[in-house]
C-alpha cells in the first residue's frame, strides 16, 4: 500500500512516539497531538491502531525492501554484497534513530497475531536474501563452507542487530556507521574462506 503524506506523517510519529515514550503511550490522542488534528481525523486514515502498527511495518519492509535489491544489483562480489546489505541499515538507523528503536523491539509486536506473523516475514524475507549471498560468497570461495547457512545468517546478521541494540540502549553514544564497518570486518574475518 502507497501511503499518502499525511498517512506517513501519522506513520512517522507513530515511531517516534514508541521510540521516546513506550507503547504504553501510543493512543489516539498523543498521535492526534504530535500532528496537530483531531483524534477523529486519524480515523479518516486508518481503521484501528493496530493497522497502524501494521503500516510502520510495512513501512520498515519497503525501506528494507529497496536496500536488498540495491545489494542485489551492486557489481560486486558476494561478500560485497553482504557488506552493502549490512552498511545500508547501519546508515539507515543512524539517521533514523527512532525506526532503530522500535524496529529491534520485537516484544512491542508479538501479542497480536498479525503484527507478529508480520514481523515474522520481515525476518524470513531478510534471512532468504542474506542465504543467497552467504551460498554465492561460499561458491566463490568467500566464506567458509563447513559452517550451516544459517548459523552464519544469525552470526552476521546477530551481531549486527546486537550492535544496534547496545547503541540504542546507550542513548546512540557512539558512531553506529563507523562502529559497524568495524564489526563487519571482525565478523569478516570469521567467516573467511580460502580463495
Known amino acids: 500500500m502507497s501511503l499518502t503524506v499525511r498517512q506517513k506523517e501519522i506513520v ?9 515514550q513506550g507503547i504504553q503511550e501510543l ?12 483524534e477523529a481525523a486519524i480515523y479518516r486514515h486508518f481503521k484501528s491502531k493496530n493497522d497502524m502498527l501494521m503500516e510502520v511495518l510495512n513501512y520498515f519492509e519497503e ?3 529497496g536496500m536488498s535489491e540495491k545489494a542485489e544489483q551492486e557489481d560486486t562480489t558476494p561478500l560485497g554484497k553482504i557488506e552493502i546489505f549490512l552498511l545500508q541499515r547501519y546508515e ?14 520485537e516484544v512491542l509486536f508479538e501479542n497480536d497475531t498479525d503484527l507478529s506473523n508480520k514481523m515474522h516475514e520481515i525476518i524470513q524475507t531478510h534471512m532468504h ?10 561458491a566463490s570461495g568467500q566464506i567458509r563452507k563447513d559452517i550451516d547457512e544459517k548459523h552464519l545468517f544469525r552470526m552476521i546478521v546477530g551481531s549486527m ?3 544496534v541494540t547496545q547503541w540504542c540502549l546507550s542513548g546512540y553514544s557512539f558512531p553506529l556507521e563507523e562502529e559497524g564497518k568495524r564489526l563487519w570486518k571482525s565478523v569478516q574475518k570469521l567467516i573467511a574462506g580460502s580463495l
Do not use: G, W
Request: zero cysteines; charged letters at 10%; aromatic letters at 6%.
Open 129 to 138: 536474501q542474506m542465504i543467497e549471498f552467504v551460498h554465492q560468497a561460499q
Open 161 to 163: 542487530r546486537l550492535l
Open 92 to 105: 539507515l538507523f543512524q539517521s533514523n534513530p527512532d525506526l532503530a528503536k522500535v524496529m529491534f523491539s
Open 63 to 65: 525501506l528494507a525492501s
Open 27 to 38: 493512543t489516539i490522542k498523543n498521535i492526534a497531538a504530535a500532528i496537530n488534528v483531531t
Open 12 to 20: 512517522l510519529n507513530i515511531i517516534r512516539i514508541i521510540s521516546t
